[in-house]
């Protein structure tokens, strides 16, 4: 089994508030969520409406499979018309 995971900040061009932020996260996240069936969060920079950074983690038995599967979800979520994707850092992870 395999895993890997990346965090990936977005810029929220069009939020106003807290509150518009949560609408973008939630539609982000439940979108993602139910097209790759993935792990996905918001990890970090939640006071700040303007940014969002969201992990998300995979597993598979293959590691071509894996990153295949996660160059897709990120795909995804950059082609998102609510935010612009600004930052990605992919983690690897271990072979268990």
């Given at each position: 089994m395999f895993t890997k995971s990346a965090k990936l900040t977005f810029y929220l061009q069009q939020s106003q508030?807290?509150?518009d932020k949560r609408q973008i996260r939630r539609?982000?996240?439940q979108k993602t969520r139910n097209k790759f069936n993935v792990s996905a969060a918001e990890i970090a920079?939640?006071?700040n409406h303007k940014?969002?950074?969201i992990g998300?983690?995979?597993v598979s038995g293959e590691v071509a499979h894996l990153e295949n599967s996660l160059d897709e979800i990120i795909r995804y979520m950059a082609n998102?018309?609510?935010a612009e994707l600004s930052d990605v850092?992919?983690?690897d992870?271990?072979?268990t």
């Open positions: 508030s807290l509150k539609s982000i996240i920079t939640q006071d940014m969002l950074t998300i983690a995979t998102n018309a609510n850092v992919i983690f992870g271990l072979e």
